[in-house]
Nanobody, 120 residues
Framework: QLQLVESGGGLVQPGGSLRLSCAAS????????IGWFRQAPGKEREGVSC????????NYADSVKGRFTISRDNAKNTVYLQMNSLKPEDTAVYYC?????????????WGKGTLVTVSS
């Protein structure tokens, strides 16, 4: 069974940066695309970014393009989300999820989330 654990969240000032990590256990991530999602208080969950199993393709929500970067290190069984120029509207619980092979597949495995708060 694939298990995902997010880390790296916290409180940061507007304009600051954070790097989230999604560490996998139970299986290797070699055959999984990994997506990052977020859910702000009172709002629906939204997709933030996704990376395919090889790392050759990525996609981003318009709201984070140019500020967030997704990457993966299959040797470490970990996927990262580098978040720069953070805004208060980025405040949310961030989740990572895994889908077999590509980002269009169903995300069948989810972590429990890490809270990101952007505030002065």
């Amino acid at each position: 069974q694939l298990q995902l654990v997010e880390s790296g969240g916290g409180l940061v000032q507007p304009g600051g940066s954070l790097r989230l990590s999604c560490a996998a256990s139970g299986r290797t991530l070699d055959h999984y695309a990994i997506g990052w999602f977020r859910q702000a208080p009172g709002k629906e969950r939204e997709g933030v970014s996704c990376i395919n199993m090889s790392g050759s393709r990525t996609n981003y929500a318009d709201s984070v393009k140019g500020r967030f970067t997704i990457s993966r290190d299959n040797a470490k069984n970990t996927v990262y989300l580098q978040m720069n120029s953070l805004k208060p509207e980025d405040t949310a619980v961030y989740y990572c999820a895994a889908a077999l092979f590509n980002c269009a597949s169903s995300m069948n495995y989810w972590g429990k989330g890490t809270l990101v708060t952007v505030s002065s």
